[in-house]
């Protein structure tokens, strides 16, 4: 960069212009509703506001495996909200999340009302309400806690950071890519030392710090995040890798990454779920491309 282009940050920042790059159009620097409008309500007990991206991906996955236990009370109506056109920010929404991000939910049983936002605070209610994928014993919760907020504080660096200025930013800037790349890597490492210790990271069964790991981590992995596999040579986290595969061979995750996602094969598009039988009723392909 040369002297003319060299940015000085000013006094005081002002939000002068679009910040470029794939987000431009909802990155604001307010909180808040910006229109009117109420959520959408079903008949199952857990409303769920969601796209199918990683964040959304954990509740999916973790609902799905509740009901593969036989929970009716975890049976949930999906709705898609789309982040890319600013359905984060209706009246309704907010008042489920005031953070205005995917996921949130509603847990309408028994005819009371809790509004639950945060990824990995859904993750936790769920598995406290069902009692399931949280261990019980005092040092084994505690371990899967600290992976669940490892989790938590961890991937804003590989989503925010590496994915951004990877993926989504308006040109490549080397000097971001170079410190997300190497935290993202120093992660990875600490997730495959962790996992040639254990089976899941908490102990010998899966949990929700699986859970909240593996829409991030486990699919970085398996080359499906940002196109950056070869990049990062994922492969070298050989025990990364195994771990997701076993979690990728579960018959809940391929549900649980149809549901709300709006991109690529129409197939494995589930835009909203009502009911199990919509996995093969009422996927984009078998709805003709329609909405
Ligand atoms: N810490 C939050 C992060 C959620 C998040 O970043 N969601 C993204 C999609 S993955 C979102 O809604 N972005 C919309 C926006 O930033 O306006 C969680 O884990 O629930």
């Known amino acids: 960069m ?23 159009s909802i990155n604001k620097p307010t909180a808040g ?43 949930y109506d999906a709705w898609l909200c789309r982040i890319n056109k ?27 009302e809790q509004r639950v936002f945060e990824s990995g605070a859904i993750l936790l209610y769920l598995a406290e309400k069902f009692s399931e994928f949280l261990p019980t014993e005092l040092n084994k919760r505690t371990e899967c806690l600290s992976w669940l907020f490892w989790q938590m504080g961890s991937t804003p660096y590989l989503g925010g950071g590496f994915g951004h200025f990877y993926s989504y930013a308006p040109e490549k800037f080397q000097y971001p890519i170079d410190r997300y790349a190497m935290e993202t890597k120093r992660q990875l490492d600490v997730l495959d030392q962790r996992l040639s210790q254990a089976e899941f990271l908490a102990c010998d069964k899966f949990t ?42 579960r018959p809940t995750a391929s549900k649980a990454r149809m549901v709300n996602r709006i991109v690529g094969n129409p197939k494995f598009q589930l835009h909203e779920r009502h009911d199990a039988s919509d996995f093969e009723l009422k996927t984009q392909d078998k709805l003709n491309g329609s909405e």
Do not use: C
Request: aromatic content about 12%; hydrophobic content about 35%.
């Open 208 to 249: 929700i710090a699986d859970i909240a790991s593996w829409p991030w981590y486990g699919q970085l992995v398996l080359g499906r995040l940002y196109s950056a596999g070869n990049f990062l040579d994922v492969t070298s986290y050989k025990n990364v890798v195994a771990w997701a595969e076993k979690i990728d061979r």
């Open 86 to 112: 600013g359905e984060q920010f209706s009246s309704g929404f907010v008042e489920i999340n005031p953070n205005s991000k995917i996921p949130a939910l509603l847990d309408q049983s028994n005819g009371k």
């Open 33 to 75: 509703s910006a229109y009117e409008q109420k959520l959408p309500r079903g008949k199952h007990p857990l409303q769920l506001y969601s796209q199918g991206t990683p964040n959304g991906v954990k509740i999916t996955l973790m609902l799905e495996e509740l009901l593969a236990l036989g929970h009716k009370g975890a049976e």
């Open 2 to 24: 040369d002297k003319e282009t060299k940015y000085i940050p000013p006094e005081v920042w002002e939000w002068d212009k679009p910040s470029g790059g794939a987000f431009e």
